[in-house]
């Protein structure tokens, strides 16, 4: 059979490293494909910066559009990033009848729905493994690999520098301002770290994750999203007192009201194994009706853990290359025509066990109080401590609708039994 | 597009569990496939055990051979076990041109190689996902989601009942025998444990494992198998000690003289992921040259947990059973005709760490004669210990050949170093 052709858009950190890994496995992959991939074109703006060992054979061009409309190359392999330039030239590729792998997770939690009807439209494949979770096959273990069950939720650590931060404030009792500077000067977090540490880069891989899980569009304006720049070096140690690791953890949960889908810090019960993934590492947790419980770990970034993705999905298309487009897996899993919306629940009226943190005057009626007024919302408290130097009170939850801890916290605050603002992290014990 | 239709072997445990999912999820299985897909037909040796809720429209028979050649029948799902009716089913399903799905792990590392090369030449698929670690999506992973990798070694807690007795010893100090008899009270061991605390059962998933990693002919023969039987508390706390938890474990790695196959109890850092591991689950950790370390953990074992892999291969045939063979993914992950024989290692000629435990007889020169030899030996030491009362040498050496640790422990037993046996346990720290 012809070799399969390929043309890679953006030769930067992953781009790189796709091109290495196609070479140095070239002989490896044709093995199991029993036909070659070759790289037969590249485009980067600036062609000075490619730095890469042998580009026999390979056209280089600086014009990304001469790519997506090059007559030779089968799939084209979006690494550029963002969700401008790299969204005219994916729907380019598609109208062209070119197959689009790609890795930008902002692009497809964006714009996937509009991609893949022009995707579904023209026969073409769309493959997006390496947009989340880098390295970790976790698009195709839920879209194939439990295909037979229903999704109930899944959760996951699907940012590396956030939870590079997270556990190095645990390990070594740093504060978060000098964990984010060394991550930034390791060259794990961008110089504006706001798309990590915020949450935007979780919401965007989360957002797919759930459509994949539940059959529905992506929504992701629909994301909630809080980031993890207010965690302190005390919430971590209390955190730990209580036995939970704190993470920042994506949520997509199927209720009966609706779809939950949040990002935020998170406890987790150190037991949990998904609570000792640690460093820059992800995984994601998956619960299926069928299977129960499946986790999926690996690295989350990384020049040739991405390529490892980006590849995967390069394999199946040009193992299905002169295939029905029928025969091929959808791009989110479900048929386009069985691609259901479905509601995502406002943060008020998702059901979560809370762990809280007040600063007070130290009164020794202080925790009564508190607890007087959760009783009188109907919230179960799980346990309660008063660290006495700080003069916080620790409280944990059972679990209850947020907008009820909302009120309770308001009343706390209405009762000015706080002296400062009010901690407060959803605990997770996802066991079913 | 019509239904797939479906027969089933056996309805035990696996069998009733596979057709209970398919049943319940089938609507949601619809809009993933865009085609229906049901069960028409299942065989059960005797009837009168069937307790299904409900077979309406499946024609029940209790011959076996009814199903594999009625025409009605798409894809034969056996799940019958064992591997001499089971075989026999298997071959004559292919000879009618029908696909095959099974959870037969003694099936396929026996008899694979054969079964595959029918399968090739009738243009059938054989699934295989529930033979190795139930639910857990492994074999998809490695054959699809990691294609773009040179596999360099992989190692899984592949039974879950030898896990059970390892996590109780460790959790609640008890002694092997008393947790296998819990076990097999719990119904998660056989009456004849052997094939799960012998290796076995481990062996045969290694040896499919082994064989999609590398591209290499199943040889269940040739894969070194120990099981956990000797393991004694003492070993258990001792290794905790020194900051190791004991898990039975299957290793494959591609070395340059040959392929390590192996299935033992094995020490490993309790710092790794997998050393967390507990109870009935397993996991297997995937190291591939591009992507690095991979983890994929979930339910081993279990009606539904293996029904969601069965499924996921009947899933992965009905898209493409109008399609081309040449498209679809090979058995095991290479081409036919690049499947390639490699020499598997003798287990002498592997390199570990090792965990050594001496009885002496207290004398205190012991621990200087014993190191002497370690030294003259050529091999480190990375920390020894005495325990008195018990006149125990534990030492924890550097990695070296198993030749060379043979030859050191032949000379203790000949200098009369030790009063009784010497129990090696070997300690991987799976770090690359």
Chains 1, 2 share one sequence.
Not at 245 to 273: F, M, S, W, Y
Not at 363 to 369: E, I, P
Not at 391 to 415: C, F, G, M, P, Y
Request: proline share 3%; glycine share 10%; hydrophobic share 45%.
């Amino acid at each position: 059979m012809r070799p399969v052709n390929v043309g890679i858009l953006g030769l930067g950190t992953v781009g790189s490293g796709t091109f290495t890994v196609l070479g140095r496995n070239r002989a490896e992959m044709a093995r199991r494909i029993g036909r070659d991939i070759q790289v037969v074109m590249a485009a980067e703006r600036d062609l000075a910066q490619v730095t890469l060992a042998s580009t026999d054979g390979v056209s280089l061009v600086d014009d990304a559009f001469q790519v997506v409309s090059a007559p030779a190359v089968d799939i084209v392999v979006e690494l550029i990033g963002g969700d401008t330039i790299a969204k005219d030239l994916v729907m380019q590729a598609i109208r062209n009848g070119k197959h689009v792998v790609t890795a930008n997770k902002a692009l497809i939690a964006k714009y996937g729905n509009e991609i893949f009807a022009a995707a579904e439209a023209q026969g073409v494949c769309v493959g997006f493994e390496a947009a989340v979770a880098g390295g970790i096959p976790i698009v195709k273990a839920i879209r194939e690999g439990l295909a037979g069950n229903k999704i109930e939720w899944l959760a996951g650590i699907i940012n590396g520098t956030g939870n590079f931060i997270l556990t190095e404030m645990r390990d070594k009792g740093r504060d978060f301002e000098s964990v984010l500077a060394e991550a930034q000067a390791l060259g794990y977090a961008e110089a504006d770290p706001e798309l990590d540490v915020g949450g935007g880069d979780a919401a965007h891989k989360l957002t797919i994750l759930a459509s994949l899980a539940f059959g529905m569009p992506l929504c992701f304006s629909d994301c909630y999203m809080e980031g993890i720049t207010n965690i302190t070096q005390q919430d971590v140690a209390y955190a730990e007192a209580l036995g939970f690791r704190i993470k920042h953890l994506g949520i997509a949960a199927k209720r009966e009201a609706g779809v939950e889908l949040r990002v935020h810090p998170t406890l987790i019960p150190e037991t949990q194994l998904i609570a000792n993934v640690n460093g820059v590492m992800n995984a994601v947790l998956v619960q299926g009706d069928a299977v129960g419980e499946t986790l999926y770990y690996g690295a989350g970034a990384g020049a040739e853990a991405t390529g490892s993705a980006v590849i995967a999905d390069i394999v199946d298309i040009a193992r299905t290359i002169e295939g029905e487009p029928a025969h091929r897996v959808p791009s989110l899993a479900f048929q386009a025509d069985a691609i259901t919306a479905l509601p995502v629940l406002p943060i008020a009226q998702i059901d979560s066990a809370y762990y809280v943190r007040l600063s007070t005057d130290a009164q020794a009626s202080r925790m009564t109080d508190i607890a007087q007024i959760f009783g009188e919302q109907g919230i179960g408290i799980d346990s309660m401590m008063q660290k006495g130097e700080e003069a916080s009170v620790i409280v944990l939850t059972q679990i209850t609708r947020e907008a009820n801890l909302d009120s309770a916290l308001d009343k706390i605050q209405a009762k000015h039994l706080v002296t400062g603002d009010i901690m407060r992290i959803r605990v997770a014990y996802l066991n079913g």
